[in-house]
C-alpha cells in the first residue's frame, strides 16, 4: 500500500533512504547528502509517500511542488519526483513503480503539467524503469550538485503531450 508518510515516520524514512543508497554505493561515509537524505520533505510542503506491508516500511517517494529553489524544476507547472527508494530487501517486487505511479497521481492532484526527475548515472535499474513508465531524458537539464557527479535529468508530461517539449 502507498500512503501519506505520517509526521512520526519520517526518522524511519530518512534512515530508509540513506540505507538504500548506501547500500547501493551511491553514498560514501560522511557524505553531506546523507544529511539532506534524513531530512526531505520534513515540515517543507513536500509530499513524502511511503510503500507499506503492515508494519514494514518497503520504500518512499516524495513530491515536490515548483518553489523558487527547485534544483531541477524550472517552471511553475512543474514539480520534482525526489529520492525514490526502495529498502534493498524489497526489491524487484514492483515497489518503485507503484511509488512513482502514486507521485504521478499526487501531481495531477496539483494541477502539474511535467515531473521531472534528477538520477545519478550508475542508477541504471531506475532509469530503465523511469523510460518504461514514460519518462524521457532531457540532457539539457543535467547538472552536478558538486564536483565530480553531473545528475541526470528525465521528465514526464502530463497533459497527454510528450516530453522534451519547447518552452
Known amino acids: ?29 560522511g557524505s553531506d547528502y546523507a544529511h539532506t537524505l534524513r531530512r526531505l520533505g520534513d515540515g517543507s510542503g513536500d509530499r513524502v509517500l511511503v510503500a507499506v506491508e503492515g508494519g514494514s516500511l518497503l520504500g518512499t517517494a516524495t513530491f515536490k511542488p515548483y518553489r523558487e ?10 514539480a520534482e519526483l525526489r529520492a525514490v527508494a526502495v529498502a534493498p530487501e524489497s ?4 515497489v518503485g513503480r507503484e511509488l512513482v505511479e ?4 499526487v501531481a495531477r492532484e496539483y494541477g502539474t503539467r511535467r515531473l521531472v526527475l534528477s ?16 519518462f524521457v ?3 539539457e537539464r543535467d547538472w552536478s550538485p558538486y564536483r565530480g557527479l553531473t545528475l541526470l535529468a528525465y521528465e514526464r508530461a502530463l497533459d497527454g503531450s510528450c516530453g522534451n517539449s519547447p518552452r
Open 69 to 78: 529553489d527547485s534544483e531541477v524544476a524550472h517552471f511553475p507547472d512543474e
Open 119 to 134: 538520477t545519478q548515472p550508475a542508477m541504471t535499474a531506475a532509469q530503465h524503469m523511469y523510460e518504461k513508465m514514460g
Open 1 to 29: 500500500m502507498v500512503r501519506d508518510a505520517r509526521a512520526a515516520e519520517m526518522p524511519r524514512v530518512g534512515e530508509l533512504r540513506v540505507r538504500t543508497y548506501t547500500e547501493q554505493g551511491l553514498l560514501g561515509p
Open 137 to 139: 531524458r532531457i540532457p
Open 91 to 94: 526489491h524487484r517486487r514492483g
Open 102 to 105: 502514486a507521485t504521478l497521481r
